[in-house]
């Protein structure tokens, strides 16, 4: 989608969009003759003008047909929010309606430069779609849309746009297409070459080890989940050093390819969403590509363990003891607890390499977090409650919301083993806190910590103002949020 701001509307073929406050429809005055009957229309439709709702007519504009949509930004909606919201809508409605370009007058909402660039970042997060493997599209349903004027948006938000949201947006656009790529295209060794080839030339410094590498580092719960497969684990280490002071910040990320549980195997029904138990890594690296694209002023390392969770002749049993690279021992209770023993060995090497003040995992960890917390918050578990309060705030800021859980002693001992440091599972009540207490176990004295349990929001059934239904690229906006508020000042 190509976006550019202008002073004025430009001449020629193009959809109009007037965007309109609620009930007031000041905004409409531009319509010159047309206006009274747009406004009866929408009283006809029962336009009351909420976020992102719209209206669709045709008008006559000097004896050509116009297509015009009215699209609403609310009246309590926070103002950054429903200039998503516009941007979003409009790339929804239009997408493949046949128009090719789309004309979106800002004149009269009172929009700074800020909120001017907010709709473009909507809009062009919204077009983001993945045709490859649909070879039989008619026509009629083939995107057409492949320009945005924005006019009235003030001097500085082509600027902004571009400085601050299109990096973000190639972030988030990597990250859900790792998110939809099948596990058959997508496993840890293609998932680093995808990166590798899509980071190319940002700046950002890649290493991988492989499975010989981490076998010589001991990292034997990695490796136990990983070794069921025939596709070899990876560890992906991506560094950005963009200056600031101190220790550097580290984004540690499940990347599971795919998990059917292994041994443990999961029922049949659905194990296909499995495909996306890697967004935790996926939104690791998408933020590594942001950060580097806007040259973020911090000094951070991003880390994804990499591994297909299968069933197989040299797959890890239930009981299985491991050797972590702590030096904990596990006791693998359930094969399909995964995830925290990948993680384990991540935020142990990140500890030992790169000595991060803080770590932030993200991991596709726990359906009981989808019991806790459904679909729209992600769970946050930390041991700081300033770093738990920052985390929140960049997630009110980006939409990438987060509600905080509990951590305490008495979840840690659930986790006790008869036979080795801890086991990795604890009972069904309370699994999202029990998984959390795990990781928290390989966690440094000294080190902050948090950790988010994002299984309900890396993929969606439902589309949003910003996503269609499918990989929302859910962490991307976060961590970037995180880093401008927290690390860049
Ligand atoms: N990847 C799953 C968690 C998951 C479930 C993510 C549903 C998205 C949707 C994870 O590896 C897993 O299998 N967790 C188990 C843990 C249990 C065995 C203690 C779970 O949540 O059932
Ligand atoms: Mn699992
Ligand atoms: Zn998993």
Redesign the pocket.
């Given at each position: 989608m190509k976006i550019r701001f202008a002073d004025s509307r430009p001449a020629g073929d193009y959809a109009l969009v007037l965007p309109v406050p609620g009930k007031d429809r000041s905004t409409l005055a531009s319509l010159g003759a047309s206006q009274s009957s747009v406004v009866a229309a929408l009283d006809r439709a029962r336009f009351e003008g909420e976020a992102a709702s719209s209206s669709e007519q045709f008008i006559d504009d000097d004896g050509s047909v116009r297509r015009l949509i009215v699209v609403g930004t609310g009246v309590g909606t926070a103002p950054l929010d429903a200039a998503e919201k516009l941007g979003g809508t409009v790339a929804s409605k239009l997408q493949t309606s046949g128009e090719k370009t789309a004309v979106i007058d800002l004149t009269g909402l009172g929009y700074d430069a800020d909120a001017a660039a907010r709709v473009a970042l909507g809009a062009a997060l919204r077009s983001w779609r993945y045709d490859r493997y649909r070879t039989k599209l008619k026509d009629n349903q083939k995107p057409t849309l492949g320009e945005i004027v924005i006019v009235g948006g003030g001097a500085g938000a082509a600027k902004r746009y571009e400085q601050r949201w299109v990096p973000v947006v190639e972030g988030v656009s990597l990250t859900r297409e790792l998110v939809t790529e099948p596990a058959n295209i997508i496993y840890p060794e293609s998932f680093v070459e995808r990166v590798k080839a899509s980071v190319k030339g940002s700046g950002l410094d890649l290493e991988v080890l492989d499975r010989a590498a981490m076998e010589k580092l001991g990292m034997g719960a990695l490796l136990g989940v990983a070794q069921g497969s025939v596709r070899e684990g990876r560890l992906l280490i991506l560094k950005w050093n963009g200056g600031g002071k101190g220790q550097p910040t580290a984004f540690v990320g499940?990347g599971?390819t795919f998990?059917t549980?292994g041994i443990?195997i999961?029922p049949a029904a659905?194990m296909e969403?499995?495909k996306?138990?890697m967004g935790g890594a996926g939104a690791v690296v998408g933020a590594m590509k942001a950060l580097a694209l806007r040259k973020a002023k911090a000094s951070i390392v991003g880390i994804c363990g990499l591994v297909e969770?299968m069933p197989g002749g040299n797959a890890q049993r239930p009981g299985d003891v491991v050797t972590t690279m702590s030096g904990q021992t596990v006791e693998v209770i359930?094969t399909?607890?995964?995830?925290?023993l990948v993680l384990a060995d991540a935020v142990t090497y990140v500890q030992r390499n790169y000595k991060p003040g803080t770590i932030i995992d993200l991991?596709?960890?726990?359906?009981?977090?989808?019991i806790s917390l459904g679909h729209e918050w992600a769970g946050l578990f930390s041991n700081n409650d300033e770093l738990a309060g920052k985390l929140q705030s960049a997630g009110e800021e980006s939409g990438d919301k987060l509600w905080r859980m509990p951590l305490a002693e008495p979840f840690d001992r659930l986790i006790d083993s008869p036979i080795a440091d801890m086991k990795?599972?604890?009972p069904?009540e309370g699994?999202?806190i029990?998984?959390a207490q795990f990781i928290q176990r390989f966690v440094e004295n000294g080190v902050k910590w948090a950790h988010i349990d994002m299984?309900?929001k890396?993929?969606s059934d439902k589309a949003s103002a910003t996503y269609e239904k499918g990989a929302t690229g859910y962490g991307v906006r976060l961590l970037d949020q995180y880093v401008a508020d927290v690390l860049e000042r």
């Open positions: 499940k599971v998990d549980g443990s999961k659905g969403m499995m996306w138990d969770n359930n399909d607890a995964e995830g925290r991991a596709t960890l726990t359906g009981a977090i989808l990795n599972v604890g069904r699994g999202s029990t998984a299984a309900g890396a993929w």
